[in-house]
Each structure stands twice: as C-alpha cells, then as structure tokens.
C-alpha cells in the first residue's frame, strides 16, 4: 500500500508513538512526503520535544528512525501537480501532501478533518490505517 503522510502523523508518532508508530514501522508500507515535511518539523521540534518528554538527543534518533521508512518527494517533483491540488485545500500548507499523493497515486493518512471534504484522493484516519494495516 502507498501512503502519502501528513505531518501530523510524523508528530503524533513522535510525541506519543504507539500505534501511529507501529503502523509507521509496517514494512508492506511504501510511505512518502513531501520535503516540505521537513519545514514543519523544524517549525514545531520544540514543541515536539516538550510534548515527548524525552531529550533532543532521543528526538533526533527517533526522528532520523522514523525518515528511514519515508520516501521524501522533492518539492520540485510536485510543481506540475500544484494546480490540481489547489483545487482540493485553502489551506497553502496541504496542497504539498496533496501534490505528492497525486504525484505518487498514493492515498493520503492524515487525522485532519479538512483533508476528508475533498473526493479526489481517498484520505485514511490514523484509525482507519490501523484497521486497514491489520490485514497488510
């Protein structure tokens, strides 16, 4: 299964970890990212690392562990795609994991409830991706 993730997914993993993390780990996954995942996560890491109650030292592990299964789509890549996905968010944010899941043909796993108002791509809850990765 392909699977264009949304950054709040990448920050649950690392704040709470359990079952977002699990399914991050699941090998039948072929996960990717836009670079700009990286922006966000520079942007949110402290609080980040407030929120995990663990050391920098043990965030920057987890996340170099975690971007080892993430494919990341240089924004480059997505330029063509930008049209398409600005037709499917206001938000200026999303139309990156959008463009990357219409660049991939990938579905998107994102908990944001604005993703789902949109038809085009089919976007999965953290819960739904545990339902649908117990059968992977």
Same mark, same amino acid.
């Given at each position: /299964?392909?699977?264009?993730?949304?950054? %709040?997914?990448?920050?649950?993993?690392? +704040? =709470? $970890? $359990?079952? &977002?993390?699990?399914?991050?780990?699941?090998?039948? !996954?072929?996960? #990717?990212?836009?670079? #700009?995942?990286?922006?966000?996560?520079?942007?949110? @890491? !402290?609080?980040?690392? @407030?929120?995990?109650? $663990?050391?920098?030292?043990?965030? %920057?592990?987890?996340?170099?562990? !975690?971007? @080892?299964? +993430?494919?990341?789509?240089?924004?480059? %890549?997505?330029?063509?795609? *930008?049209?398409?996905?600005?037709?499917?968010? %206001?938000?200026? =944010?999303?139309?990156?994991?959008?463009?990357?899941?219409?660049? @991939?043909? &990938? *579905? +998107?796993?994102?908990?944001? =409830?604005?993703?789902?108002?949109? =038809?085009?791509?089919?976007?999965? &809850? &953290?819960?739904? /991706? *545990?339902?649908?990765?117990?059968?992977?």
């Amino acid at each position: /299964m392909q699977v264009t993730i949304d950054a %709040n997914i990448l920050f649950a993993a690392l +704040i =709470k $970890g $359990g079952e &977002t993390r699990r399914v991050l780990a699941n090998p039948e !996954l072929r996960l #990717f990212a836009p670079a #700009f995942i990286f922006v966000e996560l520079l942007k949110y @890491k !402290l609080e980040i690392l @407030k929120k995990s109650n $663990g050391s920098e030292d043990e965030l %920057n592990y987890l996340i170099a562990l !975690l971007l @080892k299964n +993430i494919s990341l789509v240089d924004d480059g %890549n997505l330029v063509p795609f *930008i049209p398409a996905a600005q037709t499917l968010t %206001n938000d200026t =944010k999303d139309i990156y994991y959008f463009a990357c899941a219409l660049y @991939k043909n &990938t *579905i +998107i796993w994102s908990n944001d =409830k604005e993703f789902k108002k949109q =038809k085009r791509i089919r976007i999965f &809850t &953290t819960d739904e /991706m *545990i339902k649908e990765t117990d059968y992977l």
